[in-house]
Nanobody
Framework: QLQLVESGGGLVQPGGSLRLSCAASGFTLDYYAIGWFRQAPGKEREFVAAIGWSGGRYYADFVKGRFTISRDNAKNTVYLQMNSLKPEDTAVYYC??????????????WGQGTQVTVSS
């Protein structure tokens, strides 16, 4: 069974950091692009960051300089390091895998999401 599982979410104070993980099972991520998206209550799902199979990275403007996406193919896992978190970063974060790197939600496989709450 092909599956993506996110972890690492939680409650953090403004200015704090979290590292999200996206672990794959049932398939290897080596030749997949991985995207991170987020969805806040009442809002549409939006693109956060993506990494191609060759390592190319793309970020939404609102996270540039704060978030870093990386991949460890040996662990079949992609990470999203989030620093300088703001209350507006509060959302459910999803990872997704696809053959083509996109900044739209047109990915083939999705995880169940992990909640990130930034609040004092």
């Amino acid at each position: 069974q092909l599956q993506l599982v996110e972890s690492g979410g939680g409650l953090v104070q403004p200015g704090g950091s979290l590292r999200l993980s996206c672990a794959a099972s049932g398939f290897t991520l080596d030749y997949y692009a991985i995207g991170w998206f987020r969805q806040a209550p009442g809002k549409e799902r939006e693109f956060v960051a993506a990494i191609g199979w060759s390592g190319g990275r793309y970020y939404a403007d609102f996270v540039k300089g704060r978030f870093t996406i990386s991949r460890d193919n040996a662990k079949n896992t992609v990470y999203l390091q989030m620093n300088s978190l703001k209350p507006e970063d509060t959302a459910v974060y999803y990872c997704a895998a696809g053959v083509v790197l996109r900044t739209t939600p047109a990915y083939d496989y999705w995880g169940q999401g992990t909640q990130v709450t930034v609040s004092s």
